[in-house]
């Protein structure tokens, strides 16, 4: 199953996307939260009637850097040995559709895609053969960085962690299971000019061991997201540029560069 987040008419809620042709998708609305017990209402708007929502609205975003060996490479870093975690603040998430702000105080802004993780239910040390369990499915992702001011700072909360720098969308996919979404396509164009283009089996660490890794430190809660790093490609966003992130069997993510006003 689809599920988005809309607004309509100054509501908010969560919707069942169903259809196949971009421009005939329906929203079935949620009665209830996903994340506990829910039921279809019946009613349907058209999904062009409605704004999509960042499809969650996390308590934390937790990204996973360097989990692709040619990534590394490409910036000149060496592959970690064991999963390296930072953090995106909640206020840096957007929807699909939203406008990615070019911060101020950067001259480099980079595209990073990625497949994005959305828990499910309130875990702490999960065990490997439990992950699936805790998934609620899966998103397409963003993670766009201030390149110049990652290399020029040794933390990354700013490079990493300014307003719209996490998009996410455009909807989560529920119906993956741990081995199919461990084997995806992972695609990003600027201005539909292909830049990256990698599948999630590149990881260097998989999915699971994220989650157990991430786990073993802090208690995740329904909602929250696990970005799991980007393959090789990135580069630089202009203002007037719209990328898309898009992930087979999920989705497309898009979004457009603007002047931060």
């Not at 070019?102 to 439990?130: K, N, T, W």
């Not at 979404?181 to 000019?193: H, I, P």
């Not at 991430?214 to 790093?229: R, S």
Request: net charge negative.
């Amino acid at each position: 199953m689809r599920i988005a987040r809309f607004s309509i008419d100054g509501n908010v809620a969560f919707g069942a996307v169903e259809g196949d042709k971009p421009d005939e998708l329906v929203l079935d609305i949620i009665k209830g939260i996903p994340f506990a017990e829910h039921e279809l209402s019946g009613t349907k708007v058209p999904l062009s009637k409605v704004r999509l929502l960042p499809p969650v609205l996390p308590n934390k975003v937790v990204a996973f850097g360097r989990n692709y060996a040619e990534h590394a490479r490409e910036l000149g870093n060496e592959v970690p040995d064991a999963p390296f975690a930072f953090f995106k603040p909640s206020t840096s998430v957007i929807g699909s559709g939203d406008a990615i702000q070019y911060p101020s105080f950067s001259a480099d802004l980079h595209h990073e895609a990625e497949l994005a993780v959305v828990i499910g239910r309130m875990c702490r040390e999960v065990p490997r053969e439990r992950v699936q369990d805790v998934i609620f499915g899966y998103t397409c992702a963003n993670d766009v960085t201030a390149r110049d001011v990652q290399k020029r700072e040794k933390q990354w909360a700013r490079a990493k962690g300014f307003d719209t720098s996490c998009p996410l969308g455009p909807w989560v996919e529920t119906g993956l299971d741990l081995a199919t979404a461990s084997d995806l396509t992972v695609q990003l164009t600027v201005n539909g000019e292909q830049r990256q283009l990698g599948r999630t089996s590149e990881m260097i660490h998989s999915i699971e061991d994220l989650i157990v890794n991430i786990t073993e430190a802090m208690t995740l809660l329904p909602g929250d997201v696990v970005l799991t790093g980007t393959p090789a490609g990135v580069g630089p966003l202009t203002v007037g540029d719209e990328v898309a992130v898009t992930i087979k069997g999920i989705g497309t993510l898009t979004n457009k560069v603007v002047k931060r006003g």
